[in-house]
Nanobody, 122 residues
Framework: QRQVVESGGGLVQAGGSLRLSCTVSGLRLDDYSIGWFRRASGKGREGVVCFNRDNGSTYYADDVKGRFTISKNSDANTFYLEMRSLKPEDTTMYYC???????????????WGQGLQVTVSS
């Protein structure tokens, strides 16, 4: 049975850092592309940082370039979103996803985490 469990959200002050974790069970993470999405006002979910396992490319949304990083611990079947220099406008729900399929540079369909609230105070 495949499970995707997120951890690490919470409240942080502007300028601070936060790391979100996404632990996957029931599949081998190295065989899948990985990504982090966020809930965007009026747009549903949008990709924030995504790694395409097939071509090795990493996509970053424009407003997180230089601040957010995606990484993976294959032994732990876990991947991460490292967020630095956080801004109040980064406040929203964040979702991890892993999939074999890619659409518009990010995993499509696949297996989703439950979502984590990140709140950045000014």
């Amino acid at each position: 049975q495949r499970q995707v469990v997120e951890s690490g959200g919470g409240l942080v002050q502007a300028g601070g850092s936060l790391r979100l974790s996404c632990t996957v069970s029931g599949l081998r993470l190295d065989d899948y592309s990985i990504g982090w999405f966020r809930r965007a006002s009026g747009k549903g979910r949008e990709g924030v940082v995504c790694f395409n396992r097939d071509n090795g490319s990493t996509y970053y949304a424009d407003d997180v370039k230089g601040r957010f990083t995606i990484s993976k611990n294959s032994d732990a079947n876990t991947f991460y979103l490292e967020m630095r220099s956080l801004k109040p406008e980064d406040t929203t729900m964040y979702y991890c996803v892993t999939s074999r399929a890619i659409y518009q540079k990010c995993p499509s369909g696949g297996y989703w985490g439950q979502g984590l609230q990140v709140t950045v105070s000014s």
